[in-house]
């Protein structure tokens, strides 16, 4: 399975627009699974950036030793 991404504009309607640059590179036949992500990509940034510095502050003294090795 082949994955394209890209990002439009939602207009109300019932109809997403596919740019042409990622039209041109779908199959001409068969069949595709549509996921549709919303949301405001900073958000999802500063989400990404809380989880990561929560899964950094759980870290045991055991693992401490891996905080030198960068």
Do not use: H
């Not at 991404?5 to 069949?31: C, H, N, R, W, Y």
């Amino acid at each position: 399975m082949n994955a394209i991404e890209f990002t439009t504009e939602l207009s109300g309607t019932a109809i997403l627009q596919i740019p042409p640059e990622v039209a041109a590179q779908l199959p001409k036949a068969g069949k595709a699974r549509i996921i549709v992500l919303t949301g405001d990509e900073a958000e999802d940034a500063e989400w990404r950036l809380a989880a990561y510095q929560q899964f950094l502050r759980d870290d045991s003294p055991e693992d401490a030793v891996y905080d030198s090795c960068r």
